[in-house]
């Protein structure tokens, strides 16, 4: 199975999602501070590996007898949106120990719940497939995204082991390209039928009667079903309303937020603008090119047709708390 972590010999092993596809490399941390830096520089990305590489850099850092209170702070800084690394954080400090055993165990359950959520999610998902779908889904939500099989990506996975006739319209996903090189890699992998696609062709699709059915995964839900996800997911409800096809969030309750009423209160992370001006290293736009480069939007509960968790479908409007 493809899995984005991996607990070896007293350390965390990271697959670098960087340079994935064409290189596949572990980078091998042994501090709270490495496992912050790997978050934020996106060696481990989506919202629930976040998670769970936080908990490993609490057990690192438990291992070391390093100060528990500036390790959590300084996993706590590595990215903003994803309500699963806060969680994950929250639970390590609920044990109320320094223990490393202690703590190494919670980080595996946190990650072994994981994986069982999303096949959960999966088999709710896959129920509201149609027998013969084109399904257009947007950045990774997979297996690198998750402790396995994953979210929205797990929905297609399911759907395709049943009985249904999956055909996935994969977008690229600019700035970082999560979808041509992470979810590319995993249908091919699965041998899902699929094409990449720029994210600008979406709309054409949806027109020419080619999409079925779009499924994204989520960093946040607020109380209200308002759903952080990666930039460009908002576009993609908007034209599945226009166009009449079912929009479906996939998430486990680890990226709910029930403390925020709705959307307007996530944070939003802004990354740096060489995400856009450069491609794989090399300058493509004008040199000191101004850009904004927002990592995520927010989806109004209103154009979300299911909410999928591991506990079932929810339809709108939604009041989870
Ligand atoms: O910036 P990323 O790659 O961490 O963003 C990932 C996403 O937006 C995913 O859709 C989300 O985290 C869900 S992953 C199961």
């Given at each position: 199975m493809l899995t984005p972590l991996r607990w070896t010999d007293g350390a965390l092993e990271m697959l670098d999602q960087r340079i994935l596809p064409t290189r596949v490399e572990w980078i091998r941390y042994t501090t709270a501070e490495g496992v912050a830096e790997g978050i934020r520089e996106m060696v481990v990305r989506g919202a629930p590996a976040i998670g769970i590489a936080a908990a490993y850099g609490m057990a690192l850092a438990a291992h070391s007898r390093s100060d528990l209170k500036s390790a959590d702070a300084v996993l706590r800084a590595s990215r903003p949106t994803a309500v699963n690394l806060f969680w994950a954080l929250d639970k390590i400090q609920a044990l109320g120990t320094d223990h490393p055993d202690q703590i190494l165990a919670m980080a595996k359950s946190i990650e072994q719940d994981d994986l069982e959520m999303n096949l959960a999610i999966g088999r709710h998902g896959a129920e509201l497939v149609p027998k013969a779908a084109n399904i257009l889904t947007i950045c990774n939500t997979g297996a690198l995204a998750t402790?396995?099989?994953?979210?929205a990506l797990g929905v297609i996975r399911s759907a395709f082991a049943g009985d249904k006739e999956i055909h996935v319209w994969s977008c690229e996903t600019r700035p970082r390209q999560q979808g041509l090189r992470l979810t590319a890699f995993e249908l091919m992998h699965d041998k899902i039928p699929f094409n990449s696609i720029s994210d600008g062709m979406a709309a054409s699709l949806m027109r020419a009667g080619k999409v079925d059915f779009v499924i994204a995964g989520a960093d946040r839900i607020a109380a209200n079903g308002d759903t952080a996800n990666k930039i460009g997911t908002y576009m993609l409800a908007v034209l599945a309303k226009h166009h009449g096809i079912p929009f479906a969030i996939a998430a486990p309750s680890s990226t709910f937020d029930l403390s925020l009423a709705n959307g307007d209160l996530i944070p939003i992370e802004e990354r740096t603008g060489t995400e856009i001006t450069h491609i794989e290293g090399v300058q493509v736009a004008p040199d000191n090119c101004p850009v904004f480069n927002p990592g995520f939007d927010v989806t109004p509960g209103e154009l979300i047709t299911y909410i999928i968790t591991e506990n079932g479908v929810f339809r709108p409007p939604f009041q989870f708390k």
């Open positions: 402790a396995g099989h994953g979210t």
